[in-house]
């Protein structure tokens, strides 16, 4: 099992910066983590993913380029700097893991939230204009 706990939502002004957090706990041997994000009456949609193995990170085209995905091992958590917000991005965030292996999997799995096992509670970010 894991646990993940988000940290880091709140309320912003467009243009403004925010850092999520979601710590990691368990015994689960994970093999990379995603944020995921759902707006009212919309479908959770992937953000972006980091894989273990070289911290290789996966961007959804809509945060490309403002919003970063990172991972400190030492104490098992992974941020998402999001910088350069707008009024779209108002979601409430998940951070998922997976126990799936990378190597030799479909393009693109990553993006697909039932490939991740372990989630978080989720928190809300939003964006005034």
């Known amino acids: 099992q894991v646990q993940l706990v988000e940290s880091g939502g709140g309320l912003v002004q467009a243009g403004g910066s925010l850092r999520l957090s979601c710590a990691a706990s368990?015994?689960?041997?994970?093999?990379?983590m995603a944020w995921f994000r759902q707006a009212p009456k919309k479908e959770r949609e992937f953000v972006a993913a980091i894989r273990w193995t070289a911290s290789i990170t996966y961007y959804a085209d809509s945060v490309k380029g403002r919003f970063t995905i990172s991972r400190v091992s030492l104490n098992n958590t992974v941020y998402l700097q999001m910088n350069s917000l707008k009024p779209e991005d108002t979601a409430v965030y998940y951070c998922?893991?997976?126990?799936?292996?990378?190597?030799?999997?479909?393009?693109?799995?990553?993006?697909?939230?039932?490939?991740?096992?372990?989630w978080g509670q989720g928190t809300q970010v939003t964006v005034s204009s």
């Open positions: 998922a893991a997976t126990t799936a292996a990378w190597y030799g999997a479909p393009t693109g799995w990553y993006a697909d939230n039932r490939n991740y096992g372990y």
């Open positions: 368990g015994r689960a041997t994970t093999s990379g």
